[in-house]
């Protein structure tokens, strides 16, 4: 069975950073891609970053193009997204997945698509 538990959210002010962690088991990160969403009140789930260990691949989502830096450590099967610069508009639950074999635009699009979730950890960004 695969599970994903996530940490590192919490309240920041505007300008602020944080840097959230998700541990994976039961699937390895050098095969599958690890991706993170988030989901605000009211507003469908929005792709944000992903990583391909086994081609390098990434993708950041425009939004948030340059304050993003997601990275892997197949060590110990851990996915880490760095945001800086952080916006009031970030506020949202962020969720990481897995269990697809690429990192795309295409996949980002889909949320639906990705078969394991965490349970998800609050940013908030204060104005």
């Known amino acids: 069975q695969v599970q994903l538990v996530e940490s590192g959210g919490g309240l920041v002010q505007t300008g602020g950073s944080l840097r959230l962690s998700c541990e994976v088991s039961g699937l390895s990160l050098d095969t599958y891609t690890i991706g993170w969403f988030r989901q605000a009140p009211g507003k469908e789930r929005e792709g944000v970053s992903c990583?391909?260990?086994?081609?390098?691949?990434?993708y950041y989502t425009e939004s948030m193009k340059g304050r993003l830096y997601i990275s892997a450590d197949t060590t110990k099967n851990t996915a880490y997204l760095q945001m800086s610069s952080l916006k009031p508009e970030d506020t949202a639950v962020y969720y990481c997945a897995t269990g697809v074999p690429i990192c795309s635009w295409y996949r980002m699009s889909v949320p639906n698509g990705w078969p394991y979730w965490g349970q998800g950890t609050q940013v908030t960004v204060s104005a």
């Open positions: 990583i391909s260990h086994s081609d390098n691949m990434t």
